[in-house]
């Protein structure tokens, strides 16, 4: 053993002792360069924000845009007026109100910038930016606010709002911020990726007047802001907005797709409101009316509303009647009105005939067929193997399914299945009479407007369809084009359906929404309602051979089928295929929406 | 009878002392560099407050650690090393990527490192090692031997991306210099560290002219000493070794990501918005606490925050900025006292396990603590290493306070074990 071991461990530690003294002694003592630069001299991190995609039309005209806004901070140590009365005026704040903000911020920290004021519109920005100068220790941070133009489409668009803590801690990402703007709903909510882009960083240097004097090394390490992209979408706004002011002063909704793509023409739901006022200032006071209002206008009906289908759902009913054979295109039967409440008249039937009176008796006999085709002996479990045949046709209509659609969160709707029954009723304890509603699309049976109008589409296309769709382009690319999907139901069995509906309407129960040049075919549905008035129901396409529209409408509480609903559609319809209306009566009628008291 | 000792006043005073003080000025500063409006202290996303939660954790098994028996930390160190291999092997399978190193598990919520937790059982190994077979490294045999234990967590540590965690074990060779290891080949072994980085920045050619060129003069300056011709000749090899073989590692073994980072650790201006910005960012608000400092949660600098990874890497910037010079010189002299306690009482351990294992920790304490303020202060590139007791974390809470519960136990043993 020589000498002492720990020698060479304590010289080491001694010349640290030595670097890090006299280093720290250099930062903090000697060199008063960094106190300036924290001082004074501060080096900003500015963050850059991304423009919101911009959202276009088919026909490119501008959905939502972005205007800025500004948001005020205050650092209290450096805060100091000339003019408090200016200070006042341009923040149309009171003096006392300005001191408890000043000590609020204080009492958070004398240094670090608090929120001062937020979501300062531009126009009111550029009025006092003038001023601003003199406001010593006030900074402002710009950031896009988005802007509705056509004040329409609101409920598919959706809104931005700040984040709250939910989004926060949910973002695996790390990317959102306190005060960060996040897509809540619609369009906005579920492309929120696509349009929000990433935020940008800018070195910024400020002088000891806090007045911005330059980029930090000339801003080459400056993170460049990534703009969030662009959308377009399938809507077409003019039928839109035309549908829209159709829907005024009612409650319901209208879908109209395009059968050949599956692309979304129009998506409506009333009553509606002004987009613009969920963005800005104003929103949580805003937000909190549009909750409490019974009429329920945040609601987006066409995708979450739930109704039975009612009479328009006799036309699945038969095409599977067709597709199972248990009635041929002849046949002829007699109908008394012995079994259902009926509107349409005892005698001899035809299927067509059938659908063109929309005759509750003549479906309650073929749904009997469909569900008891004597598979077993047991008329129990005869009816069960029935109904869950019927079920299977049923879903390939995209009934009781999401069907994909591009905005989240919409309702499924309901189609009862044996075990369903079998909870209620119990297992082998219910039979063709305890479901004989499904016959007439009554009972417990659930659609939204949006299955409808894809119903509409399948129809339209004989057979198939394609998913609906409603964003068709992410910065000018094409989202790939989904497929299309057969029901492997004989295309004449259509043939035969869409004959009739062509009757429905050429003098049927929609004849109000004739138009000999519009060859609409279609379907009205009085959908009984124990709460109120029943609910008015259409589903059609125009024109019968190549058809450009398919759509769908219920309006709650206007009953009859052939009143709102069909005129709507058959409006809608002219509208988007002529470009203009000829039929001012009946707009005039639509518009004026005495529904109810009309007798005929 | 042997008496189980369990008295806490039968530890070492300063050292306790210490260790107590420095994890209050990190909870303190943690605190600071958490405050915010919209965070509640009592909420498990303030940082504050979940390292108060490790600080209850760590004085829980402080007790655990005074009631074990000598001979039970004795006999873990073989499995105990075992397993963190094990887990540092599990982890690049099963680890989950945080800032593009696979260094954690996720266990709930709560996050492991097998990184941390396998420094402290490399540190039980080398000592059990050194004590069972009265090893010294004094031959290039029993050099290989010690080396193993250190380098493979090393270059399991390596493959996780976690650059820094894996540089700490760099701090092992200290030990070895006390157990045996001549000077001489710690430096030559230095020096070849510091040629591999050189090989980095410079171009192979520009490197292959220097050394022949020292080569050569070495060579015509000793022209008849024939032992020192045949010495810098294998010198001159094994550095055209180390070139080629930086290269080969940087293009064949490793990924891309962990060659950007070892770029970024040779020169951080690679890298200015990330490492760059953070020394810039952290020199500002050191040297803006002038000699008070700007006085307790008063520091500026955080805001827009200023500086990234403030409460974990970056933490001293905090106490430098609010305490100022006069109070970044009472933590840095506890520290340095905290230090030459620890290794002044390593070197009186009888028992040369205790000295072993006494030895590792000054040398992991010290390593951690060297490179993590020199790196707040501009010194040395940013490598992202904990500062011991003081960033927040539980992993590294954790691992450095069993390292020195250990020693602690270990040390208070003394008395008893002349009665073994």
Redesign the interface.
């Known amino acids: 053993m020589s000498g002492d071991?720990?020698l060479?461990?304590?010289i080491?530690?001694g010349l640290?002792?030595i670097?890090?003294?006299s280093?720290?002694?250099y930062?903090?003592?000697y060199?008063s360069?960094?106190?300036t630069?924290?001082?004074e001299n501060i080096?900003?991190?500015?963050t850059i924000y991304p423009s919101r995609g911009i959202i276009y039309d088919r026909n490119d005209s501008i959905l939502v845009e972005n205007r800025p806004s500004y948001d005020f901070y205050i650092i209290p140590r450096k805060f100091s007026l000339k003019d408090t009365a200016s200070f006042l005026n341009s923040f149309s704040i009171k003096k006392y109100q300005l001191e408890e903000l000043i000590k609020k911020a204080a009492s958070?920290?004398?240094?670090?910038?608090?929120i001062f004021y937020k979501d300062m519109s531009h126009k009111r920005f550029a009025q006092i930016q003038s001023d601003l100068y003199h406001f010593n220790g006030i900074y402002h941070v710009s950031k896009p606010t988005r802007y509705y133009p056509f004040k329409s489409l609101s409920h598919a668009l959706g809104y931005v709002a700040e984040v709250n803590n939910n989004d926060i801690?949910s973002d695996t990402t790390n990317y959102y911020r306190?005060r960060d703007l996040i897509g809540k709903s619609g369009i906005e909510k579920n492309f929120e990726k696509d349009l929000r882009g990433n935020k940008g960083?800018r070195l910024k240097i400020y002088d000891v007047r806090g007045n911005e004097s330059g980029s930090f090394?000339g801003g080459?390490?400056d993170?460049i802001v990534d703009n969030g992209s662009e959308l377009k979408l399938s809507i077409d706004i003019n039928l839109q907005r035309y549908i829209e002011k159709l829907l005024e002063g009612k409650t319901g909704s209208v879908v109209a797709i395009d059968p050949s793509s599956g692309e979304l023409l129009a998506i409506a739901s009333a009553p509606s409101y002004d987009p613009n006022v969920l963005s800005g200032r104003d929103y949580s006071k805003n937000y909190r009316n549009l909750q409490l209002d019974t009429l329920k206008p945040i609601y987006n009906r066409a995708l979450t509303a739930t109704y039975p289908p009612g009479s328009m759902f006799k036309l699945i009913q038969a095409l599977i009647g067709l597709e199972e054979d248990v009635v041929s295109k002849d046949d002829q039967i007699y109908v008394d009105l012995s079994r259902i409440g009926d509107l349409a008249p005892a005698g001899i039937y035809d299927l067509n005939k059938a659908i063109v009176n929309s005759s509750n008796n003549y479906f309650h006999m073929l749904f009997r067929k469909l569900i008891n085709q004597k598979r077993d002996n047991n008329t129990f479990i005869d009816s069960r193997i029935g109904l869950d045949r019927w079920s299977e046709y049923v879903k390939k209509f995209g009934l009781g399914s999401d069907l994909d659609f591009d905005i989240s969160n919409m309702s499924s709707g309901f189609i009862p299945s044996s075990e369903y029954y079998d909870r209620f009723y119990g297992k082998g304890r219910w039979k063709f009479s305890n479901i004989y509603s499904l016959s007439i699309g009554q009972g417990e049976l659930l659609v939204t407007p949006i299955q409808m109008a894809n119903f509409a589409s399948i129809i339209a296309n004989r057979g198939y369809y394609y998913n609906p769709n409603i964003v068709t382009h992410i910065n000018g690319k094409k989202i790939s084009n989904n497929q299309r999907k057969y029901l492997d139901i004989d295309k004449t069995h259509f043939d035969y359906v869409v004959d009739a509906m062509e009757k429905v309407v050429m003098n049927g129960s929609a004849r109000r929404g004739f138009m000999k040049e519009l060859m609409l075919c279609g379907k009205t549905s009085t959908v009984q309602n124990p709460h109120g008035y029943d609910h008015s129901g259409f589903i059609g396409f125009a024109p019968k051979n190549n058809p450009k529209i398919a759509i769908a409408a219920y309006i709650e509480n206007a009953g009859w089928g052939g009143r709102a609903a069909a005129s709507i559609s058959s409006l809608a319809s002219e509208y988007y295929i002529f470009g203009k209306t000829k039929r001012n009566w009946l707009e005039d009628y639509v518009l004026n929406g005495d529904f109810i008291d009309e007798e005929n | 009878m042997r008496k189980i000792n369990i008295s806490i006043f039968s530890n070492d005073f300063i050292i306790t002392l210490c260790y107590i003080i420095l994890v209050f000025f990190g909870f303190i500063s943690i605190y600071s560099s958490q405050h915010s409006e919209d965070l509640p202290f009592l909420s498990l996303k303030n940082e504050s407050f979940k390292q108060l939660i490790w600080i209850l954790i760590c004085l829980i098994i402080f007790f655990i650690i005074q009631i074990l028996e000598y001979r039970f930390i004795f006999d873990l160190a073989v499995p105990l090393y075992f397993l963190s291999i094990v887990l540092l092997v599990l982890v690049l399978i099963f680890g989950q990527e945080v800032k593009s190193s696979i260094s954690w598990f996720n266990f709930f919520g709560f996050k492991f490192q097998p990184s941390e937790f396998a420094k402290f059982s490399t540190a039980l190994i080398l000592a059990k090692v050194f004590d069972s077979s009265n090893l010294k490294v004094d031959s290039l045999k029993s050099l290989i031997k010690v080396s193993t234990l250190i380098l493979v967590p090393f270059i399991l540590i390596l493959f996780q991306g976690d650059t820094g965690t894996a540089l700490v074990y760099f701090s092992f060779f200290l030990v070895l210099l006390r157990e045996g290891l001549s000077l001489k080949l710690f430096f030559i072994a230095l020096s070849f560290v510091f040629i591999f980085m050189m090989g980095i920045i410079l171009e192979k050619t520009i490197l292959y002219t220097i050394f022949t060129i020292l080569f050569l003069i070495i060579v015509g300056l000793s022209i008849k000493d024939y032992k020192r011709i045949i010495n810098s000749s294998i010198f001159f090899v094994l550095v055209i070794l180390v070139i080629n073989g930086q290269d080969f590692l940087m293009n064949n073994v490793l990924k891309p990501h962990h060659k950007k980072r070892i770029e970024s650790l040779i020169n951080p201006n690679a890298d200015p918005l990330g490492a760059g910005w953070n020394v810039t960012q952290s020199k500002i608000a050191i040297g803006s606490g002038s000699f008070l400092g700007k006085g307790y949660m008063e520091g500026s600098q955080t805001s827009f925050n200023f500086v990234p990874f403030q409460s974990t890497d970056f933490i001293f910037s905090v106490i430098g900025e609010e305490f100022g010079y006069f109070g970044s010189m009472i933590f840095i002299i506890l520290y340095f006292i905290f230090l030459y306690r620890v290794l002044t009482l390593a070197e009186n351990q009888k028992d040369k396990f205790a000295r072993v294992f006494g030895y590792s920790v000054f040398s992991i304490i010290f390593f951690h603590f060297f490179i993590n303020i020199s790196m707040t202060l501009g010194l040395f590139p940013v490598v992202g290493i904990p500062l011991p007791f003081v960033s927040y974390g539980g992993s590294s809470l954790l691992s450095f306070s069993l390292l020195i519960f250990i020693f602690l136990k270990l040390n208070s043993f003394k008395p008893s074990l002349l009665s073994r």
């Open positions: 071991k720990t060479i461990f304590k080491i530690l640290v002792l670097l890090f003294s280093r720290l002694f930062l903090q003592v060199n360069e960094y106190r630069l924290s001082e080096v900003h991190l500015e958070y920290s004398r240094y670090r910038p608090s801690s306190q960083v090394k080459v390490d993170i």
